[in-house]
């Protein structure tokens, strides 16, 4: 069964250092997401992205935040200058379609991101 | 505003035992509600949404649009059950990618 795959799996960084997180999303979807959950708080959602472009974004994807979709498999987010709130786990997720049935959203295994 | 309250964040019960997970949401739409599970060192993934109403692994849940309310049953909990539940509501804008709103979870633990 295909799955949305990440990579790396765990990322440290230096505080104000730029970071991609790569994610593979599945390849009949046309939908893509980018979620965080900081440790102990829930899933928030950052970004939604349809047709090379951004479709909806949270008040958390401010201008640090970035993604692309650099060639037809890989869909990345970008975080220009980390800083220490950026510590958390973020998941890639992909869906088929927006109608019911269609939309369901499969989820990536997750990058740890630590920010020092 | 959408929100998804999970007000138990630990619940244990002992094998058998019926198990019920609670979901309230806030959505001034019409929403489609999911049930994600996370079992240990596994991602997120689905386990049942309310339009297919299916049941799933002896689990299910039905939409109270009254009491704004999506709970998680399964009548005999198994050992294997054991995981982090997260209800989710989607929404957004008509004919955009919509997000998911996200509970804070429940970890069940069932007890041999």
């Known amino acids: 069964e295909p799955e949305v795959t990440q990579t790396p799996s765990h990322q440290v960084t230096q505080m104000g250092q730029e970071v991609i997180l790569r994610c593979v999303p599945i390849?009949?979807?046309?939908?893509f997401y980018w979620y965080r959950q900081i440790l102990g708080q829930k899933v928030e959602f950052l970004v939604s992205?349809?047709?090379?472009?951004?479709?909806?974004k949270s008040e958390i994807f401010d201008d640090q935040f970035s993604v692309e979709r650099p060639d037809g498999s890989n869909f990345t987010l970008k975080i220009r200058s980390t800083k220490l709130e950026d510590s958390a786990m973020y998941f890639c997720a992909s869906s088929r379609g927006l109608a019911p049935l269609q939309e369901t959203q499969y989820f990536g295994p997750g990058t740890r991101l630590l920010v020092l | 505003a959408q929100r998804v309250t999970q007000p138990e964040k630990l619940l244990s019960v002992f094998k058998g035992a019926p198990v019920e997970l609670k979901c309230n949401y806030s959505?001034?739409?019409?929403?489609?509600l999911f049930w994600y599970v996370q079992y240990s060192r596994q991602r997120l993934q689905l386990l049942l949404r309310?339009?297919s109403r299916e049941s799933i692994k002896g689990f299910t849940a039905d939409l109270n649009k009254g009491e704004t309310s999506f709970h998680l049953k399964k009548p005999f909990a198994q050992e294997e059950d054991s995981a982090m539940y997260y209800c989710a509501l989607s929404g957004g804008s008509s004919g955009s990618a919509r997000q998911l709103t996200f509970g804070s979870g429940t970890q069940l633990t069932v007890l041999p």
């Open positions: 390849s009949n979807h046309l939908y």
């Open positions: 959505y001034s739409g019409s929403p489609e």
């Open positions: 992205f349809y047709n090379n472009e951004i479709s909806e």
């Open positions: 309310h339009i």
